[in-house]
């Protein structure tokens, strides 16, 4: 199955930055997903790219899927403390199943 | 996820003893996944099922088994074979009517082996 590499693995944000995280595939992708864990919790769908170019906006997060659909990243504007977690992002693995990332960890400095 | 049960949130085993991880859903999903993760590791794949009766192989499913006698139900069975089993599993579903679906998380199980 594919598989995507997420950098960087570990990431600490001043609150009120910005930042971004992202997610490479050696091959191109049908489609990215991504996901959000907070800490203690599970993994929680964020959206889905799908297009070639694709960019998606909810609030401070901007998605981008690259031209040649295998790259993808995720930034976030004003950080805030609500945003700290693992961000995973997932390229199809083949028969219905997701290849995720490792995930970047965010931790968040008041 | 509202519609994903897991139980129970923390399970402490003894080394050697086989213990069987629940995953209940009332999403009416097809498909249903059993993840592994560790620190750093991000989400490993133990075994999946797209269909009542049936179930595939993921990439670390040595040392565990499955069934999927209901569509609702897909419990982990972490055997004795399973040389570090202390970790966080995590159950989830999808939809299978579309190419694209996204995957529904439940609260997962802490299993911790001493």
């Known amino acids: 199955g594919q598989q995507v590499m997420q950098i960087p693995q570990y990431q600490h944000v001043q609150e009120g930055e910005d930042f971004t995280t992202y997610c490479n595939s050696s091959?191109?992708?049908?489609?990215i997903q991504w996901y959000k864990q907070r800490p203690g919790g599970h993994p929680v769908f964020l959206i889905q790219l799908v297009k070639s170019g694709e960019v998606k906006k909810q609030k401070r997060l901007t998605f981008q899927f690259g031209e040649a659909k295998k790259n993808s990243s995720l930034h976030i504007t004003a950080t805030q403390t609500t945003d700290v977690g693992t961000y995973f992002c997932?390229?199809?693995?083949?028969?219905?199943?997701?290849?995720f990332g490792k995930g970047n960890q965010v931790v968040v400095i008041p | 996820d509202g519609g994903i049960t897991q139980s129970p949130k923390y399970l402490f085993r003894k080394e050697g003893q086989n213990v069987t991880l629940s995953c209940e859903q009332n999403?009416?999903?097809?498909?249903m996944y059993w993840y592994r993760q560790d620190p750093g590791q991000g989400l490993r794949l133990i075994y999946y099922s797209q269909i009542v009766n049936d179930f595939q192989k993921g990439d670390i499913a040595e040392g565990y088994s499955v069934s999927r006698e209901k569509k609702e139900s897909f419990p982990l069975t972490v055997t004795s074979a399973q040389k570090n089993p202390t970790a966080f599993y995590l159950c989830?579903?999808?939809?299978?009517?579309?190419?694209?679906?996204?995957?529904?998380f439940g609260p997962g199980t802490r299993l911790t082996v001493l």
């Open positions: 999403l009416n999903h097809d498909a």
């Open positions: 997932a390229g199809p693995g083949g028969n219905n199943r997701l290849a």
């Open positions: 091959t191109t992708l049908s489609n």
């Open positions: 989830a579903t999808s939809t299978l009517s579309t190419s694209y679906n996204e995957q529904f």
